[in-house]
């Protein structure tokens, strides 16, 4: 069957929400697994100018023409570094009701120290409706 692409793409990120792999596919989690623990820059594109300064193939060039581009040593470690979180800093942002300061977090999320409420006596089952199952049934 076929189903529509899902890509979604904001502020230079791109993300492919059509993989998916089957619970017995172990070839198709490896692939997954190597490409998300790749590492951010590719080698293979990485080279030494004449001049000893390096060298960064780009996949595509540029509209002026330009396919590489060239730093020191230290231009381009500060440049990788720049990538590199802060310490202790959480790399899990939330937006919308789960952000921080949302008005409407505190009704959504349970409080510290607040003491559960207790369980309420269930509802009688509308005539006509099916009983619950649950998936050992």
């Known amino acids: 069957m076929w189903a529509p692409a899902r890509p979604a793409f904001l502020e230079g990120f791109s993300l492919h929400a059509n ?13 997954l697994c190597r490409y998300g ?3 951010a820059l590719a080698l293979e594109r990485l080279s ?9 193939r780009m996949k595509r060039p540029l ?19 720049s990538l590199i979180p802060p310490p202790r800093s ?3 942002r939330f937006h919308g009701v789960f952000a921080p300061g949302a008005k409407l977090r505190p009704f959504l999320l ?14 009688a089952p509308l005539r006509g409706a099916r009983p619950e199952r649950t998936c050992a049934q």
């Open 90 to 92: 959480n790399l899990t």
């Open 48 to 56: 030494r100018a004449e001049d000893g300064r390096i060298a960064w």
């Open 19 to 31: 993989t998916h792999l089957h619970a017995n596919d172990r070839q198709g989690l490896e692939r």
């Open 63 to 81: 509209p002026d023409g330009t396919t590489h581009l060239f730093f020191t040593g230290l231009e381009l470690l500060r440049r990788v570094a």
């Open 110 to 123: 349970p409080q510290a120290g607040a003491e559960p409420k207790p369980e309420e006596a269930p509802a």
């Open 37 to 39: 623990a790749r590492g």
